[in-house]
């Protein structure tokens, strides 16, 4: 006698394992997507800082130059790939930036990578300060080097 019985599974178990699978992934996505944003924030806000620092060794370093000894700078670079004279030098070619030093403080702060950007204007009198530089924008600002 033969052994009718077949092996797997049903079409309703089947079914059932797929809707569990589809509910677990619904509630976790947002979580991820989350996660990846805020990863994004991370990196961005980082390279923020950099060219901030990296901003103001170069105008101290201006500053020792003779020639250059001027309170009032812009380092400037936009997505025309626009470069002044005082632009910061940075590898990544995809950051545009502007940076105005007024009076020896940085008055205005622009930076955009093309998916984040910061603008941070400084108050009459006040500077921009590292700690200003938190939160990205959500439109994304244009940079032009005049």
């Known amino acids: 006698m033969k052994n009718d019985k077949k092996k797997g599974f049903t079409l309703v178990e089947l079914i059932a394992v797929i809707a569990i699978l589809s509910i677990l992934l619904m509630l976790a996505l947002p979580q991820v997507l989350e996660m990846f944003r805020e990863t994004r924030e ?6 923020v800082q950099y060219i901030y620092r990296a901003a103001e060794e170069q105008y101290v370093s201006d500053q020792l130059t003779p020639e250059q000894g001027t309170t009032n700078i812009t380092y400037c670079k936009d997505a025309a790939n626009t470069k002044t004279d005082d632009d910061l030098n940075l590898s990544n070619d995809d950051v545009q ?3 105005v030093f007024t009076d020896g403080k940085i008055t205005t702060f622009i930076v955009s990578d093309g998916n984040e950007s910061l603008t941070v204007n400084a108050e009459e009198g006040q500077t921009v300060k590292i700690g200003d530089l938190t939160t990205p924008d959500t439109d994304l600002a244009t940079i032009t080097c005049e």
């Open 42 to 47: 991370s990196a961005f806000l980082t390279q």
């Open 97 to 99: 930036y502007k940076i």
